[in-house]
């Protein structure tokens, strides 16, 4: 492979951050764990971080705690609005905890959440907008808050929340994304922009939400949460009691110290590796533009920490393409679930679909994205552009 999707962006310090918690003989989640939360809240501007084993978990969080918060809960039957596009566990918990999924387009160049078709899906029974920032770009953050805004004017009761498992670093009018709403998620898997071999956090700015999902988190029990805790209430507070005492259907979604100990090497890096990407996409922006019309890289809004490189193609069948990219030893993938509406899990979820999907049709049928990463890609993206005019000049001579 000449340029893969992702490599390890570790070093001797993550390897050291690792033996120091071998050696400490502690695995389990503790002293680390509440210290990259800490650090993660004041790196992406939030009031509370709460860490879990993966970014789907902190998806099963958020949802969770939609359902489970201590004012003003959300019912079974709500209904969510959700892009076409997104990743399969943006989706699934919502569903799983009772919520009806409202599927509904995106654009065909930013690959986000259409305004104006969010403000034509809202309903009586929506509840929240999960916003998926895809590969990195911000979502038109301005646009679909002035649209929940007027909404909830109008007597509604709808939250903002964020996914922004592929967007960490990015910003929106200056502002991280994840922290706008009432809730942001993220992840921390391999490839991604911070790695801590499984990991994910969710950050809200509400007391009450974050007491929810740290309760959530671990056995739905007390034993994690503050003292005068308002979600504990007038539960006895003799130690004897606390030990066992359960109050929501939570799950056991924990991190390891192990990845947090990885954590807290990676939160100090993700500025230097952030800035990197940019300037690999700023390569790629200038590579690619002799073939504006044909290979189309993702269009940015605000400040997109560019997870990968979202092209989408026109006037060149899409399999020429990906069979030009192996012979150059090029990895790719489908921009993450293509329409969402088309996967057959779909039949397993309650769900409708709100007006057409054209954007993420065109998306399904007509994209691909290549890897980024915190390393200089010239050589790379230099390949790619010439194995993308080489299958332009296949396309012409057939
Ligand atoms: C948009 C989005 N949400 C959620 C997830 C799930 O994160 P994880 O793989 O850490 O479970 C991903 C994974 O890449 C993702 O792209």
């Not at 009018?173 to 990991?199: P, R, V």
């Not at 949460?225 to 606390?242: I, M, N, Q, V, Y």
């Amino acid at each position: 492979v000449s340029y893969p999707l992702a490599l390890p962006s570790w070093d001797g310090e993550e390897l050291a951050a690792l033996q120091a918690v071998i050696d400490s003989g502690r695995f389990t989640m503790g002293d680390r764990v509440r210290e990259l939360e800490q650090r993660f809240a004041d790196t992406v501007g939030s009031r509370f971080a709460v860490m879990v084993n993966s970014g789907s978990s902190a998806n099963l969080l958020m949802a969770a705690a939609l359902r489970y918060r201590t004012s003003e809960p959300a019912a079974p039957g709500d209904e969510i609005i959700v892009p076409a596009v997104g990743w399969a566990t943006t989706y699934y918990p919502f569903a799983q905890l009772g919520f009806r999924l409202v599927l509904v387009d995106v654009e065909p160049d930013t690959y986000n959440l259409d305004p104006a078709a969010l403000a034509a899906a809202i309903g009586p029974r929506t509840r929240a907008v999960c916003v998926v920032h895809a590969l990195g770009n911000p979502c038109a953050l301005d646009a679909i808050t002035r649209v929940i805004a007027q909404a909830n004017d109008d007597g509604g009761r709808i939250d903002l929340l964020e996914d922004t498992c592929e967007a960490l670093g990015a910003r929106f009018a200056g502002k991280q994304c994840g922290s706008h709403g009432a809730m942001g998620t993220y992840s921390f898997f391999f490839s991604h922009h911070i790695s801590t071999m499984e990991g994910g956090m969710v950050v809200t700015d509400d007391a009450d939400l974050a007491e929810t999902l740290v309760c959530l988190r671990a056995h739905g029990w007390t034993r994690d949460l503050p003292s005068g805790s308002k979600l504990a209430g007038t539960l006895s507070d003799d130690p004897f009691d606390r030990q066992f005492r359960f109050l929501l259907p939570g799950y056991n979604v924990r991190p390891l110290e192990l990845s947090a100990a990885v954590g807290l090497v990676q939160v100090a890096k993700i500025e230097r590796f952030v800035e990197q990407r940019r300037r690999n996409a700023a390569v790629a922006r200038e590579l690619l533009a002799p073939f504006a019309g044909t290979f189309d890289l993702q269009r940015e809004t605000a400040e997109s920490s560019w997870f990968g490189f979202g092209i989408t193609i026109t006037g060149v069948d899409r399999r020429l393409v990906t069979r030009s990219l192996l012979a150059s030893g090029i990895e790719h993938r489908p921009i993450i679930t293509g329409n969402f509406a088309r996967q057959p899990v779909l039949a397993h979820l309650d769900h409708r679909v709100s007006g057409p999907l054209s954007g993420a049709d065109r998306i399904d049928r007509c994209g691909l994205f290549v890897g980024n990463r915190e390393h200089d890609l010239t050589a790379e993206l230099t390949l790619l552009a010439s194995t993308l005019e080489g299958a332009t000049e296949r396309r012409l001579a057939a």
